[in-house]
């Protein structure tokens, strides 16, 4: 693609709109494609290729960061991922308060125990 065209040159390739020069440009591809000199990449190439731009753009930290945010503000809006997150994390913790697989479990032990739900709720607010 064309740089930023020089104004102090009226001629040539430069001074022609970019239209023009990417018209230009495709021609010639075409042309070294049909002569069989045109480049064209391997897999490992291209590999290669995305490995040394992604370096570079890693680099910009604000870039980074930018596209951190928005890929985490478009993640929460999927409440069910966000909820198995939540679970995940409780469980690292070993609080066992976000693990939410488990709850039919401890309501039927709590049963063989003989403890209810209500029983369970007034504890619960007398301690407040």
């Known amino acids: 693609m064309a740089q930023q065209q020089n104004q102090s040159s009226s001629r040539g390739f430069a001074a022609m709109d970019q239209k023009q020069q990417r018209a230009i440009a495709s021609m010639g591809g075409k042309a070294a ?29 604000e870039h980074m960061a930018a596209i951190g945010r928005k890929g985490g503000a478009a993640v929460s809006q999927n409440r ?36 209810s739900h209500e029983q369970h709720a007034s504890a619960g607010q007398q301690s407040h």
Not at 50 to 59: F, I, L, P, T
């Open 33 to 61: 494609h049909q002569k069989g000199t045109a480049h064209e990449f391997s897999s490992e190439e291209a590999r290669a290729a995305g490995r040394k731009g992604g370096a570079a753009v890693s680099q910009n930290r």
């Open 80 to 115: 069910s991922h966000m909820a198995q997150i939540g679970r995940k994390g409780g469980e690292a913790r070993g609080d066992g308060s976000s693990n939410l697989q488990n709850q039919p479990e401890r309501e039927e032990e709590q049963r063989e125990r003989g403890d």
